[in-house]
């Protein structure tokens, strides 16, 4: 048993199915597991009519990408994914399963575990090698508070199940291939009779939600704004910039900004090129949700503010000095 298989999502937009963002950062964390290792890196898609999507991922650094396609995967089921999951496993025998961390894997990675009498380690922030063999995979507890190192037992019969958590490992640093991985089409054996669920038309949001994980430049204002009437000087900003307004959890619970721009753990996750925080003090829940990003930049009147752990670039000072000043300078630059 050797080799590491990335189970990826795709989204549809206007009838081009391409992998989610965070799939991309799981297929990430398999290129640096299988580093680690020395072993090989493949990934498997499923659905129907997903030639286009498998051409995609071809171009990375994988040994092969399987097409896994049934009519009865056309839409996604648990029991559908389980059985089909289940009998590509068996076929290819990987060492390590990785899947993006989110609602759907939630869904049916622990049952497709439990078929090998295995456990789902899920949420994984990073991997690490280590003189025994096994890598060791952190995951955090009590939403961040303290980290977690787990050593994966892995048999013949068994490979190791982990899920990434989104923002842990970044998309950008994938490797590309100049030559084409292989792509395996692998037929399943599917009944409608196993598929106990009857799928819905998939979730889709309203129109104007903000897609913070897909913004290059967030900027975050948090409690130091003390006013609503405040905000506008932060919008300023972040429109000189180009960027996302978002906020912190207190920010949102109080009705000042909308709670689909909040950035936290129970808001969303991101991992932009540039995030400037703006009065946000880092609270371990804001940061669960942009400890990812590539650059951080702080902003917070208290010199010990724990955002200053975590922030690349920090200025001790009052907000309403800096903000005018930076967004002044901002707009000269840009003439």
């Known amino acids: 048993m050797s080799g590491v298989l990335v189970v990826m999502e795709h989204q549809d937009r206007s009838g081009s199915p391409s992998p989610s963002r965070i799939s991309l950062e799981a297929l990430a964390a398999g290129q640096h597991l299988a580093k680690e290792l020395g072993i090989d890196c493949s990934a498997a898609v499923l659905g129907e009519g997903i030639g286009s999507l498998a051409e995609q991922l071809s171009g990375k650094a994988l040994t092969k990408v399987f097409a896994v396609e049934h009519t009865l995967l056309t839409q996604y089921t648990a029991d559908g994914y389980v059985h089909a999951l289940q009998q590509l496993i068996r076929k290819t025998t990987p060492g390590y399963v990785l899947f993006p961390h989110t609602y759907q894997v939630r869904d049916f990675a622990p049952a497709l575990a439990t078929r090998f009498q295995q456990v789902l380690i899920s949420d994984v922030i990073a991997i690490h090698a280590s003189s025994g063999g096994a890598p060791i ?13 787990y050593r994966p037992i892995t048999t013949q019969q068994a490979p ?9 490992f970044r998309s950008d640093s994938l490797q590309n291939s100049a030559t084409p991985a292989p792509i395996e089409p692998f037929a399943v ?6 598929i106990r669920t009857t799928p819905s038309a998939p979730f889709r949001e309203s129109a104007n939600t903000v897609d913070l994980a897909a913004a290059p ?4 204002v948090g409690r130091g704004i003390r006013e609503q009437e405040n905000i506008a000087l932060v919008k300023t900003l972040a429109d000189a910039l180009g960027a996302e307004l978002a906020a912190s959890r207190p920010i949102c619970d ?7 721009r909040q950035v936290g753990s129970s808001g969303q996750t991101v991992s932009p090129k540039l995030y400037l925080a703006v009065g946000i ?7 669960v949700g942009m400890k990812g990003s590539k650059t951080i930049i702080a902003i917070n009147k208290d010199e010990n503010a ?4 975590v922030a690349d670039y920090g200025v001790a000072g009052d907000l309403f000095e800096i903000v005018p000043a930076l967004t002044k300078a901002i707009l000269a630059a840009k003439g």
């Open 137 to 149: 995979l952190v995951r955090q507890l009590f939403q961040g508070k303290l980290n977690a190192d």
């Open 160 to 168: 190791c199940f982990l899920s990434i958590q989104a923002g842990s």
């Open 189 to 194: 054996d599917l009944a409608p009779a196993q």
């Open 217 to 220: 430049i967030i900027v975050s």
């Open 254 to 260: 109080a009705g000042w900004l909308p709670m689909e």
């Open 281 to 287: 003090s880092g609270a371990i829940q804001h940061l």
């Open 306 to 309: 724990p955002i200053f752990e």
